[in-house]
């Protein structure tokens, strides 16, 4: 049951990765494009997740894990801080 929650989680934040960028690439509007890496950063941490608690349990990712969402949320307050300028 974890794995299914683990593959939605997954799905749903490919799917905001999808269409935050391709909202960007019809309007280019920057702030689409920061909020689209971060989504694609959070979609590759949630893959981890998943690698890391149902695939490989033996083998320890918290450390990619942690990286992960700390370059992807940086991308998105870059992009809020540069925006606002």
């Known amino acids: 049951m974890s794995a299914a929650l683990y593959v939605i989680t997954i799905l749903t934040?490919?799917?905001c990765?999808?269409?935050l960028l391709r909202a960007y690439f019809r309007v280019r509007a920057k702030l689409l494009l920061w909020s689209g890496l971060?989504?694609?950063g959070l979609?590759?941490?949630n893959l981890l997740i998943f690698g890391d608690l149902v695939v490989f349990p033996s083998v320890d990712l918290y450390t990619y894990?942690?990286?992960s969402t700390a370059i992807s949320i940086s991308l998105l307050l870059?992009?809020?801080v540069w925006?606002?300028?």
Request: net charge neutral; with cysteine.
């Open 78 to 80: 870059f992009g809020l």
């Open 38 to 40: 971060c989504f694609a």
């Open 65 to 67: 894990r942690l990286a």
């Open 83 to 85: 925006e606002s300028r």
């Open 17 to 19: 990765t999808v269409l």
């Open 13 to 15: 934040t490919l799917a």
């Open 43 to 45: 979609t590759l941490d």
